[in-house]
């Protein structure tokens, strides 16, 4: 059995390759980061989750982040996005070099507790958007992850190439209850249905004939 890092939100895509990662016969530590995202009840969803299937979880405050970086609306004061989930409507989201950070944070964490790959959630319907999603991105920091410590941690994108449709399908493939996630950028009581998040997850959700098992505010069209 591996022992592998899973860097874990406490969204759909990152729940689904927690899953995955167990359906492999991993040993799984969790670790999710508080940014300030505005959306920090993710964290919430992603505890519990952990918390339910006995998997180790750290939750790390990188706040202070926040005084070097600026101009993303999941930190700042700027209007998140509604509709459209598509690059000109979601640039204002980027976090300035985020997963880079996370991935570093967690590739330390992995060869503290001698495992053997970080696991994260970039999937093909952020290429556009991230460029920290994209192959290129991932082939390059796997590169680095293999030579920047003694022991060389791969990593592990296993939805790389899939989009948040098939993400799903494949999760309800092994039954997951996506009531235990949480993607609106707004951190209400209830998802807004109105951001692009939400909208992306609406869409996938009727992609596969399925109704999303949240409480929304208000559905997309």
Known sequence: MAKVVVIYSGGMDSFTVLHHALQQGHE????????????????????????????????????????????????SDIAIPEGEYAEDNMRST???????????????????IEAEAVYYGAHS??????PDCRPEFVEKMNAVSLIANYEPIRIE?????????????AGLAMDLDYSQTWTCYNGREKACGKCSACSE?????????????????????
Do not use: W
């Open 28 to 75: 799984i530590f969790a670790i999710s980061f508080n940014y300030g995202q505005r959306h920090v009840r993710e964290l919430d969803a992603a505890a519990q989750v952990c918390q339910q299937l006995n998997i180790p979880h750290k939750v790390v405050d990188i706040t202070a982040i926040n005084s070097l970086l600026a101009g993303s609306s999941l930190t």
């Open 94 to 112: 980027v976090v300035p070099n985020r997963n880079m950070i996370l991935l570093s944070l967690a590739i330390g964490y992995a060869v503290s």
């Open 125 to 130: 319907g952020d290429h556009d958007i991230y």
């Open 157 to 169: 994108v296993p939805y790389l190439h899939s989009d948040k449709a098939e993400i799903l399908a």
């Open 201 to 221: 997850r609406l869409a996938a959700f009727a992609a596969n004939q399925v109704v999303d098992p949240l409480a929304y505010e208000e559905e997309s069209a």
